[in-house]
């Protein structure tokens, strides 16, 4: 049976791992960290496409994971103009529609179907290198240890080093000029947003927004960042200095914002954010990438895990169906890269709208009604949220 090593174990390689096992591959997960983080990250949007791509896999996330369900997003202008609202995603045929999910919770359950499934998980494997011998590939991890696989998947997100070792000349994730800062707020006493995530074009800065049942607030907002700061600086801010800054920023906008972030509760997180336009080099010999590895996604468009997730589904068909891994590797890279490109595209566009000055925003808050209702219908994006995998049609080279 074929050996494939993924390196990394977060959405897109235990996506890969289910995918590969179901196409008669024998997978084994290397994860960088010492042990599974259940709160790793804050929380994020899974798009019905990638919840209809895991059903290709029989995974049903949507009912497994405690997401809320968001079919809905309504803008509004930092002054409280609704601007107007946008379909999350399409209705799969049972009824499922896109769901908010805590990264944590995500990576759990496909943790949990990968080991129900009897795939190995090494963690504290930080990959070093790899080597292509007779037949395959040795990798070799930081600790000193190595083996020896058929393949070798590359799932270890925007900061890949199977990406630099593939490729050293590949280009380095662009900084968007966004900041990404969120957390939870709990006894807001504001009413459940069900079905429905909001979201705020405010003066200074973008903030977005939904209330469970619980009355637990999920929150985030985008700062405008002209320059890329470093994790050791953003770790050193505490979350109270964090709530003031973000009070600051949003002084002038809507009265639910400041109210949610007097009441956030626990750490808050703080990313910069980045994407990958285009990568030159997909694959080489046994090695591919996938997912935030190879075509990064801002979280603008909320497609990010969706896009490993087809990725993993459509790799695992193409290594199924094709006569050699450099056939299959190559169908892959064609049958994916225009699509994410187009998504990479679409939310660097979207992440451009979040900021703007006076004039901008004045001609923005204008202009928005109208373009929603153009360019932001069921039908305009159905090219995104359409995608279909049927995991029994046979792929051709």
Known sequence: ????????????????????????????????????DDYVGLFLNTASNGLDALRALDVDIARRADGF????????????????????????????????????????????????????????????????????????????????????????????????????????????GLLSVGGFSRGTGLEPTTNTQHFVFGKRAFFGYLVRESGETYWFANLHRPDEPNRQELAGVTPGQWRQHMLDQFADDMPVVRHILNNLVGEVGAYPVYDIPTSPIWHSGPVALIGDAVHATSPSAGQGASMAMEDAVVLAQCLRDAPDTTTAYTTYERLRRPRVEKVVAYSKTLSNSKTAGPVARVFRDLMMPVALKLFASPKSHAWMYDHHIDWNHRIAA
């Open 1 to 36: 049976m074929t050996r494939a090593l993924i390196i990394g174990a977060g959405v897109g390689g235990l996506t890969t791992a289910i995918a590969l096992r179901r196409a008669g591959i024998e997978p084994v997960i290397y994860e960088a960290y010492d042990e599974p």
């Open 69 to 176: 369900p968001i079919p809905r997003m309504i803008m509004w202008s930092g002054t409280g103009k609704r601007l107007g609202e946008v379909a999350n995603g399409t209705t799969l045929p049972d009824g499922t529609v896109s769901v908010c999910v805590r990264r944590g919770e995500l990576q759990k359950q496909l943790r949990a179907t990968v080991r129900d499934a009897g795939i190995a998980i090494e963690f504290g494997k930080r990959l070093d290198s790899y080597r292509n011998v007779t037949g395959g590939v040795t990798a070799r991890f930081t600790d000193g240890t190595e083996v020896t696989g058929d393949l070798l998947i590359g799932a270890d997100g925007i900061h890949s080093r199977t990406r630099r070792l593939l490729d050293p000349h590949a280009p380095a994730p662009r900084f968007t």
